[in-house]
């Protein structure tokens, strides 16, 4: 045990030291915040992230698997410990499901290949995680080790084993993985286990395997794919003396092909003390052909450290676009780590000119992304790449525009192909906000169909289907109960799922593509457009001052025995009582006026009904802004930038949603937030670090954007005076042109509220 601490020690010291000496912004990632299944608290949920390599936005995510992941559970939780394969994933949060994946495991000793045979425990203390690169030891058989180190590209990773002196080394390839043990209300094995067959192929005399998956976890709630598959090449750079195949607990030695639903391949070989056996692994959802491709493109000819080191120059690039100043080291870690959860999804899905399209399962030729979390990233995310990623903003459009011409709607929750999951068509916002903000590399006259088509054109059975959260496939859901949203004024409780909800989300959608409208010249649907924005008023019960849901007829619907009502999508009427973010003039007027809007804010703020681990109110706190009484924004901003974001594995109050979280912790932090989208307007929080610089591109200019807060401590959280370019703002709002074309925004903070700056 002392030799191997030592060696560990040894293996630290040369890690850390090749790279430079000080410190980097790539270097205060902690990629193990938020891999915790454990929440905040009791019935709260984890972060749902995972310590992954590999560039921004990668195809493929390579990383230690702690547990079989399924639609619910992630492929690394923090409290596990063993480790069963290192995975080549797709899966994006915990919530959606992995696809086309393939798993790698060294092993010594018996041969066991099911992944609850094979796990090899191991202990955070011998683990290390960075975006690049990660390393942990293995505890195999006889108390050795064998060290697994990772480093990759975006579709192309190397694992490297460093095996104890062994006659029976082992590695064994899971290249699909249908459990039917696995019982899990979000998981549907039934048609998968009948139709879908994996395949792994072995060639001994390249030292090669090779192979494909079509499994899809959300395969239920999402249309059929028969020319869907994960293909694969992995290449070892050790002969083996022995190899075979298994299905199940069935071994099938010297057997060079297998099909199955849990299946793959296994190679066996001798070896020295600390010998290095590295494997190579190509990824693709075009051909095996493809896959090796991509390995020519990424990976061959360099070495496992300079992909460690081109990976790593990656990240800090892109991370070096916002630098912070007068910070802690946690807080930087915090920060950093946050913005490389900004920078995972969407996911590239294209391979050098061409992708596969889970929107008529086809191949095209261009630049393509997925696994869009609409529903969660349309509200911070995606404004914040305008700044951080502006090179991505116009292809991700575009993947989306290619999307709705292969079939026919734009997506909501891509993976790969359509899920229907969560509500409201928000690729809209998405869309209408960049063009809003100058971005228009992209065919403009498809994108306001689309947006038209969302807005107008009710799905196939809007009447029929009620459209409940996860309902197997029937096609794309769209905006479901279009057709008496436009006809009543709202959606029907009685008629269509998750009525009130939908509702108000359905007017966001609405205002961001008037405002598009209106900028294209298009006022007549405008006109249309705004006035749908508004038909969250006509759920406003104003004796209980709660958005409710009403049924057909008109009438309200009954209150459950439980006291809540039904048609709210993940939470109740405080969760969505304030939703209606593109319309605050408008809530404040429904309400009786800006102060008793502020008392209802004050009884959801004070009365604990505020959810931070969830998205439909992260823009509640800066309400106050509109009501005249910013102060309490201020206030909130410093409570819940502080209480929801830890330098820890248990770092993020609820699941991570492939970005979102972390935008509103960023966005939180520089002092402004993107409530209305498409409105080209902020509202103003206030500043949590000292001095932040965003390096960004605007209008084909680089740009430099200072953010100051003189006097910021502690007890100094609330504004005294902001300035941009020496100009005081008079109001607690900035807009995006402003932002674009300044230079240096300047707080002036103190310990008590300025209640003139309203």
Known sequence: MKKKSILLIYFLFIFINCFAQKKQEVDYVNPLIG?????????????????????????????????????????????????IGFLASHQPTVWMGDYGYVSVMPQTGNLKVLPEQRALTFSHANEIATPYYYAVLLNADNNKKIKTEIASSSRCGIFQFTFPASQDAHIIIQGINLNPAIKHWANDYTERLKTLRGY???????????????DRMSAQIGPPMPNFKGYFV??????????????????????????????????????????????????????????????????????????????????????SRIKINGV???????????????????????????????????????????????????????????????????????????????????????????????IGTHANPVIADAYIKGFNGYDIKLAYEALVKDALVSPDNDTILKYGDRDLWTGYEAQAGLTYYKKLGYVPVDKTAESVS???????????????????????????????????????????????????????????????????????????????????PGMIDMMGGKEKFAAKLDENF????????????????????????????????????????????????????????????????????????????????????????????????????????????????YIQQVKLDGKPLIKPFITHQQIINGNQLIFEMGEKPNYEWK
Not at 207 to 214: K, S
Not at 277 to 289: D, N
Not at 292 to 316: H, L, P, S, Y
Request: glycine letters at 8%; charged letters at 20%.
């Open 35 to 83: 891999t915790a299944a454990t929440g905040f608290a009791k019935g709260l949920d984890g972060g749902g992230t995972m310590p992954s390599v590999g560039p921004p936005f990668s195809m493929t995510n390579f990383v230690a698997q702690t547990g079989e992941n399924f639609m619910s559970r992630m492929n690394y939780f923090y409290e596990d410990s063993s480790i």
């Open 200 to 214: 792994v192929n072995i060639n001994k005399d390249k030292n090669e395997i090779t192979g494909y998956n079509p």
């Open 234 to 319: 992995i290449q070892f750079d050790k002969p083996f003396s022995s190899y075979g195949t298994w299905s199940g607990d069935t071994i099938n030695a010297l057997s060079r092909e297998q099909y199955g639903t849990r299946a793959g391949a296994y190679i066996s070989f001798s070896t020295k003390e600390n010998e290095k056996v590295q494997v190579r692994i190509g990824t693709s959802f075009i051909s095996i052909e493809q896959a090796r491709k991509n390995m020519a493109m990424e990976v061959d000819g360099k070495n496992f450290n300079q992909i460690v080191t081109a990976t790593r120059n990656e990240w800090q690039k892109s991370l």
């Open 328 to 422: 802690t080291e946690d807080q930087k870690s915090i920060f950093y780590t946050a913005m490389f959860h900004t920078m995972q999804f969407p996911r590239e899905m294209s391979e050098y000119g061409k992708y596969y399209s889970g929107f008529d399962d086809k191949i095209h030729k261009g630049i393509s992304y997925n696994d869009f979390s609409l529903w969660d990233i349309y509200r911070a995310l995606h404004p914040l790449l305008i700044f951080t990623q502006p090179e991505r903003v116009n292809p991700m459009i575009t993947a989306m525009l290619q999307m709705y011409k292969e079939g026919g709607r734009l997506p909501m929750w891509p993976n790969p192909a359509e899920t229907n999951i969560m």
């Open 502 to 584: 939908r509702t108000i989300e359905y007017g966001v959608d609405d205002y961001a593509v008037a405002q598009m409208a209106k900028r294209l010249g298009k006022i007549s649907d405008y006109k249309q457009l705004i006035q749908l924005s508004k038909n969250y008023k006509n759920l406003y019960e104003p004796k209980t001052g709660f958005l409710l849901p009403k049924k057909l007829n008109g009438n309200w619907d009954e209150k459950n025995s439980d006291g809540t009502w039904n048609g709210f999508t993940e939470g109740g009427q405080w969760t969505y009582t304030f939703g209606a973010m593109h319309d605050a």
């Open 606 to 717: 004070n009365g604990g009904h505020y959810r931070h681990d969830n998205e439909p109110g992260h823009h509640y706190i800066y309400l106050y802004d509109y009501c005249g009484q910013p102060w309490k924004t201020q206030e909130l901003i410093r409570k819940h930038t502080s209480e929801n974001f830890r330098n820890a594995p248990i770092g993020i109050n609820g699941n991570e949603d492939c970005g979102q979280m972390a935008a509103w912790y960023i966005f939180g932090v520089m002092g402004f937030y993107p409530v209305a989208p498409a409105s080209g307007e902020y509202a103003i929080g206030a500043p949590q670090f000292a001095e932040l610089t965003m390096h960004f591109i605007a209008n084909s200019k680089p740009r430099i954007f200072k953010i100051t807060a003189n006097n910021l401590s502690e007890k100094n959280k």
